[in-house]
């Protein structure tokens, strides 16, 4: 089964205590104590290597890399899809796309899954939600376990109860509202929001609290303030063509959209000390996909899995992190259906479970852990399907399209561009050993899927010879 930390303090009775207002115990039995909040940002569109903490060039992140010396940040990051609607639903449950199937065949979030927002709302937490593109809205059934779940485009709230997945005029509507959030700025609002909620539960002061913040700004458009802007448009590379003058042109806007979410997500962390938060509050930074800019011939995202649009940035700020951790940069592989797991033990709650993913905390606090594989995967209609697997610095990319299928394996250290395809007895072989792994994934994820009751089955109980690739790949305990 996934490495599911061993049961911690009893959600039952940490609820009654929290709900009670009086502190649960701590670890070491001494002065009591209360479990920390938690803070979980998601930057959309985010990718990892536009961020100045994973080596770019450009200053388009020193909030960002603050929260990296201080905290630890996650080399490889990896999402579990390439758009906003099936990453953040694996975000909340620690599950992917093929047990939540949101996103993926399913428009909603099944009820009977449970959330991070429930999980710690069962344990005596105020939980709050703030968002801010449309594939976040309740329609979607992300919602579950928030107190509150609000979001944002510019001013106006959308009204949560208004849309309809079986009316036409609805769908039309949130085409519409997704249309105008690209072109709406939000992430003062966020920012302001949070504070907001600072000064609130500054005052209760008895329960913890989660707050979730997605930021919208980074995904296109890219309208950054002039301000935010300009020192990198100053500074463009020399184009040959128009191709090279508009993608340069694009990407420093993109840029000056990440400097300008930076300083709100700057002023949120300030904010955050400033109310004396910080040394109780364990601060996830992460995204949910990344940007294509032509690598592979196109713009934007949600179109294939290559690591321009997979890879994102994991900054972890655990409040009792220890002083020789900070700063550390963890090899080992994260992915999106990690989060929940690793945030349940940061916080030393007890995890539900069954997860995809499995808790991080062993990593962050710099104690040796195995390799780990990472799935990832895209749908679109019947006839579009990707899978994505990387392990020991190998990738395959499997693509199943109306025309049929194309299957290719990336060596990511000497091609992390992953332009040339392995060829030859190396690739057939890399290609045998990717087939029985993802096959070995598939009847964990399909095991898993069972257990919660979710759509087909599978089976529970996973022959020897799958359970074997999937201790291998990390997926299991050995
Ligand atoms: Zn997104």
Known sequence: MPLVPAPRRPLAVLGALALAGLPACSRDGDAPTRPPNVLLISI???RADHVGAYGYGRDTSPNLDALAADGVRFEEAVAESSWTLPTHAT?????????????????????SVTTLAETLSAAGYRTKGVWTGPFLHSFFGLDQGFDEYLGFVGETCYDQEAFDVDDESSREEIKETHDASHRTITS????????RYFGEVGEVGDAPFFLFLHYFDVHADYIPAEEFVAPFLADLPEATNEVEAKRNDLLARYDGEIRWTDHHVGRLLDGLAERGLADDTIVVVTSDHGEEFLEHGRYGHNATLYDEVLLVPLIVRPPDLADARRGAVVEATARHADLMPTILELADLEAPGPFTGSSLAAAIRGERTEPRAAVSRLRLGETYAWTAVRFHGKKLVRKELADGDDVAVFDLETDPAERTPLA????????????EQLEAIDA???????????????????????????????????
């Open 188 to 195: 003062a609002d966020v920012t302001d929001e949070a504070l």
């Open 444 to 478: 964990f994820e399909a095991g898993v899927r069972a257990r919660l009751g979710l759509g087909e089955g599978g089976d529970v109980d996973l022959p020897p010879h799958l359970r074997r690739a999937l201790e291998e790949l990390g997926y299991l305990e050995g």
């Open 91 to 111: 975000m909340f449950t620690g599950l992917g796309q093929s047990v939540h199937g949101v996103g993926y065949g399913r428009s909603r979030l099944d009820g």
């Open 44 to 46: 959309d569109t985010l």
């Open 424 to 435: 030859g007895d190396d690739a057939v072989t890399l290609l045998e050993r990717f087939s």
